[in-house]
Structures are given as C-alpha cells and as structure tokens.
C-alpha cells in the first residue's frame, strides 16, 4: 500500500515503482531509462491519453507514448494542426478567426474564418511559415484555467468561436491552454499536445474545402485547411505517391 504521499505506478511490465503525488509522465519516462525520456511526447493513466506535464495523484497504470508510435504520430498531427497550422495562419493573415483543427486518417486539418478567402496557391507561404515555427524548437506549456478565465482570454483576442466552444461546455474548469514558449500564441485543446515542436515531422498541405462552422449550413462558411505528416520524408513521400497514383486510378475509371 501506499503511503499518503506517495502513490504506486504500474507500467506496462506489470512492475511497479514507488513515487511522490503529483508525479508527471516526464519524470516516470526519465525515471525508467533516458532513451524512453528522449521519445517520449505523452502518457497513458488508467487508459486515458494525458501530457507529459500532467500531475498523477492517485495509484495508476500507466505506458509512455513515444513518437515513433502509431499514437505518438497522431500526437504530432494533432499538435502540427492546433500549434504549428494555427499559429502559422495567425501570423500572416492576423485578423482570422480560429474554430477547430482536429486529425484525420493519415492526416489533419483546420477550419478558419479569413477576412478574405484564401486558394491553394497561398499553401507556399503558410508552409514557409509552419517551417519557420517549427524550427524555433518552441515548449509547448500548457495551462488549466477556469470557464470565467477561458472566455476573458479569448475575448481579448476576439475569437468568437472558441468562446462559443468554451461558453456551450458543461465544464466549469480545467479547460486546457496551450501556448508555445513565451510567444503571445495561445489555443484551446482537448490535446495531449507534443512536449516540444522538436518532433515535427515532415508535413504537407494538400487542399483546402468549405466547411460550414459545427457542420450546420445555417451557420457561417469556413475555410478548411487540409494536410498531413509523418515522422520523415521517406513516409510523407511514399504516402504523397500512393494518393497521386489513387487518384489517376479514379480519373481513368471516370474517362
């Protein structure tokens, strides 16, 4: 049994170890060797995907995410979408509007409102920017704040759509804050997010729709940004390959 400090971690072994309440998955993945350490980007309590920051108070069964797993990859879209995507829009077009960016099969997208829509031929300089993003390394922190702080946050920044997902939640804490470093870039998610943007793979926008906001045609039409990512170039091309070859495939059996 543990003591009133202390709680029982049980890993994926079955083994057990001893640690202080409030534990993070970080220090567990450390704790256990310092190659796990260096890829791992989430954690698993009692079967639920959390960050590598987040505090563990009670005995719990527990795995590492690494990056280099299927989950571990689903992590770094989503963080790519919500992090790298987001972030990268509101720098160049500062007046859009963000609404959500979840991932997809092989991929991610997000919706935005732009002042003026955006074309495909805009993805060079949204790419550029993602890769100057990416290459800063940047922390990803992540902050819990109440319903009453959530809504004050993002109405400074006039996001009204975050403040709608926010204000129609059942919740009244804990609504996660991600930001990057010390940079004025802030988003709300359900993460788990990346520990750092150091594992960003390679990436690739690949087209943009309409989507209407929460799927319902009497609300406003967004723009929705799709692409996708994978740990290296060798898989990102591979994959590029195979839809290119998917869709001359559909072209021929229509002509």
């Known amino acids: 049994m543990s003591d009133s400090k202390n709680i029982l971690i049980t890993l994926p072994d079955g083994s057990k170890r001893d640690y202080e309440k409030g534990v993070t998955g970080s220090f567990i993945a450390a704790d256990i060797s310092k190659s796990l350490s260096k890829k791992a980007v989430a954690v698993i309590v009692d079967g639920k995907q ?3 920051c987040d505090s563990i108070y009670k005995d ?7 990056i280099d797993s299927n ?3 689903e992590i770094m879209r989503h963080t790519l979408t919500a992090q790298v995507l987001a ?15 979840p991932t997809i099969d092989n991929g991610f997208y997000y919706d ?6 955006i074309s495909t031929d805009d993805f060079f300089s949204i790419e550029k920017e993602m890769l100057n993003i990416i290459s800063t390394g940047l922390c990803i922190n992540k902050t819990l704040m109440s319903k009453k702080e959530s ?3 993002f109405k400074e920044r006039n996001e009204k759509y975050k ?3 926010i204000q129609e939640s059942e919740q009244e ?8 470093g010390n940079t004025d870039f802030i988003d709300l998610c359900r993460g788990p997010h990346l520990p750092n943007l150091k594992f960003i793979g390679e990436f690739k926008l690949t087209k943009l729709a309409g989507a209407y906001w929460k799927g319902d045609s009497k609300n406003q039409m967004l723009q929705r940004i799709y692409g996708t990512a994978w740990l290296n170039k060798k898989d990102l091309k591979q994959y590029l390959t195979m839809v290119e070859e998917a869709e001359k495939r559909d072209h021929r059996k229509l002509g």
């Open 71 to 73: 989950e571990g990859v």
């Open 50 to 52: 959390k960050d590598l």
């Open 163 to 165: 403040i709608e997902i």
């Open 87 to 101: 972030r990268a829009v509101k720098n160049i077009y500062p007046e859009t509007k963000l609404a959500i960016g």
């Open 151 to 153: 809504i004050k946050l």
């Open 173 to 180: 804490e804990n609504f996660q804050i991600y930001q990057q």
């Open 60 to 66: 719990s069964s527990i795995s590492i995410i690494t």
């Open 112 to 117: 935005f409102l732009f002042e003026k829509p």
